[in-house]
């Protein structure tokens, strides 16, 4: 099946799912990036697998003529460049597939805007989601779960996967044991809150915060008036191939946002062996989560901080946990999703 696989940018976790997409038996897959210069994430510039036929720009008319899909992948149901892709495959009759990460709680819903987006939603044949968070919401926007499939949040587990004892540790982590979390610093990750649980955690333990953001100077302000500056280390941003060095040299990871559609960190993290404390308000706390609170209770974080480094833990239980959510389910959710699209017309 010819399969185009849209994303607004594409970065290493992109091309990962697309490496896994173009070698199943049942896809000839092209890719197509919107926005190749977005800034949002700092990651360097990728090239496409070698053979993989890469689109960029947000023309979509002489691309669909060109390669002739048989079903279209959607990177959701706003934003112009998605907008602009299914109208054009609905005026050449292309089944679509929605690819969607937005569940009930992410953002305040109000009742009319919901009403368009059923609307929205009603244009597409299938749904490709992360899990079931993301069905549920929407099968409550009319979206027939039937026509729903799994495995859209995926990285490449051996990309992760734990690196041989003896390895150096990175310079700018601390030698002792220390939980690691990973995300930009603006407000929903509650890295404020994350910060304060370890305050009042009973640890010997360091806390690492990979990334950057406008944030920065307040959460730094945030760990030295609590007294923390030695034991809260901001190591910045890492790319996708250093990111392996530090989960092995952690002991645990923390995803503390408030609100998240998914959680890809959190995939990293098991499929590097590391226990995972994840927010109930993560999208992927239902089929990854070993462990999760409320994040908006500090004590109970704390709590939790407090426990984890008081347990043993197996690494292959993470693995374990993680093995069904590698880059191989993401093709094969698609591949499903494309199959219903297909059906449908």
């Not at 929903?188 to 406008?214: C, M, P, Q, Y």
């Not at 990854?288 to 480094?309: C, G, M, Y």
Request: aromatic residues 10%; contains cysteine.
């Amino acid at each position: 099946m010819r399969i185009l696989l849209a994303f607004d940018r594409f970065g290493p976790y992109h091309f990962a799912r697309a490496r896994a997409a173009a070698a199943h038996p049942g896809i000839t897959l092209a890719t197509l990036e919107f926005h190749p210069d977005n800034p949002e994430y700092e990651w360097d510039k990728v090239s496409p697998p070698e053979g993989l036929l890469h689109y960029q720009g947000t023309r979509c008319d002489e691309l669909l003529r060109d390669f002739s899909p048989e079903a279209v992948a959607i990177p959701g149901w706003s934003g112009a460049a998605p907008r602009t892709l299914l109208k054009e495959c609905l005026h050449a009759a292309i089944p679509t597939v929605v690819m969607s990460e937005s569940t009930e709680w992410d953002f305040p819903r109000k009742r009319i805007k919901e009403a368009v987006k059923r609307l929205k939603i009603s244009r597409f044949d299938a749904a490709f989601v992360g899990g079931k968070a993301h069905r549920d919401y929407l099968e409550k926007l009319a979206f027939p779960p039937e026509k729903v499939t799994f495995g859209y949040d995926t990285v490449d587990n051996a990309h992760f996967a734990p690196l041989p004892e003896g390895r150096p540790r990175p310079a700018d982590v601390p030698e002792k044991q220390f939980f690691l979390a990973s995300a930009r610093f603006i407000e929903k990750k509650n890295l404020s809150g994350l910060i304060r649980a370890f305050s009042e955690a009973v640890t010997t333990w360091d806390l690492v915060i990979l990334g950057d953001g406008h944030l920065r100077g307040e959460l730094e302000g945030l760990a030295s008036s609590l007294n923390l500056s030695n034991r809260v280390h901001f190591p910045g941003f890492k790319q996708y191939d250093e990111l392996p060095n530090y989960y092995a040299a952690a002991s645990a990871f923390v995803h503390a946002s408030t609100t998240e559609q998914w959680g890809l960190v959190v995939n990293e993290a098991l499929a590097a062996g590391l226990p995972v404390i994840v927010s109930n308000r993560c999208g992927c706390a239902h089929e990854l989560a070993e462990v999760s609170f409320d994040p908006a209770d500090i004590s109970a974080l704390a709590r939790i901080l407090t426990e984890t480094t008081q347990k043993d833990h197996a690494p292959q239980e993470s693995l374990d946990r993680i093995a069904l959510w590698d880059v191989d389910r993401f093709a094969s959710g698609l591949h499903e999703a494309a199959t219903i699209a297909l059906a449908q017309r």
